[in-house]
């Protein structure tokens, strides 16, 4: 039996609307329950591909890039060959999209519910890492593959944020102080990782706080379906033998699953 979908309430403000997401979650108000794999849109980046089960993969850009750009970075980085395993999205958000916002929350469940997706893999970097870690903690029931790398920022399952944006306090100031980005910081996931796989990572020349906070999150999440992914480069997406070996490791996981 396939589960009542609500209807969406009318908000008179923002903040009301805000209020309102911070305590409900935006699945209950879209219907996937008839989910089944179909042709993508070719505005948010569609590669046919994969005869695997869960062979769509969401790249989620970082802060201040596009999905267009991502693509074309994956692309060039990555190579088209090894991008082809997978049906993939690169949707684009607006900041704060990287503390999972309720309207960024609502934009990538509707793309998922527009193109009759019920599970995918996650990828993302920096801002995007941010986002796809918050999102999977939400959404579990979707995502069986996060691959967080970066993150200036994390949050545990448990509701505790840390990492350079905590350490240099740039939730001081604009546009990170907001109530979206303060609200975030303190939610917990509602059941816990649950049996999510997870690859976390980041660049060995990064910032030291960068480096040891994925390690801080990995160790909260760190299971046998789980992987630390450690690369040669400074703040930036795995290039070369590197990005080779990264998707490599996220194809054997995919085909545990």
């Not at 994956?74 to 090894?82: D, H, P, Q, T």
């Not at 996060?146 to 939730?171: D, H, I, N, Q, R």
């Not at 609200?183 to 796989?197: E, V």
Request: charged letters at 25%; glycine letters at 8%.
């Amino acid at each position: 039996m396939s589960m009542q979908v609500k209807s969406k309430p009318t908000f008179r403000t923002e903040d009301e609307e805000r209020e309102f997401w911070a305590d409900h979650s935006p699945l209950d108000y879209f219907d996937l329950s008839a989910a089944k794999r179909a042709s993508l849109n070719a505005s948010v980046g569609y590669k046919r591909s994969g005869m695997n089960p869960v062979s769509e993969l969401v790249i989620i850009h970082g802060t201040e890039s596009s999905g267009e750009e991502t693509k074309k970075l994956l692309e060039a980085n990555v190579g088209r060959e090894i991008l082809a395993r997978y049906r993939c999205l690169y949707p684009s958000f607006r900041t704060p999209y990287q503390f999972l916002s309720p309207a960024a929350d609502r934009q990538m469940l509707e793309i998922l519910n527009r193109n009759h997706i019920s599970r995918a893999c996650m990828l993302g970097f920096s801002g995007g890492a941010q986002f796809a870690h918050r999102f999977t903690l939400m959404h579990p029931e979707i995502i069986v593959l996060a691959v967080c790398l970066s993150a200036g920022c994390w949050t545990s399952p448990a509701g505790k944020s840390y990492g350079m944006m905590v350490e240099e306090g740039w939730f001081d100031k604009e546009p990170w102080s907001g109530t979206e980005v303060t609200m975030a910081l303190s939610r917990k996931a509602p059941h816990g990782p649950r049996n999510t796989k997870w690859i976390i990572g980041c660049g060995s020349l990064d910032k030291a706080s960068r480096i040891s906070s994925a390690k801080r999150f990995f160790s909260e999440i760190a299971s046998g379906a789980s992987d630390y992914f450690e690369y040669s480069a400074s703040h930036e997406w795995p290039k070369g033998e590197d990005a080779v070996r990264l998707f490599d490791l996220l194809e054997k996981r995919r085909r545990e699953m």
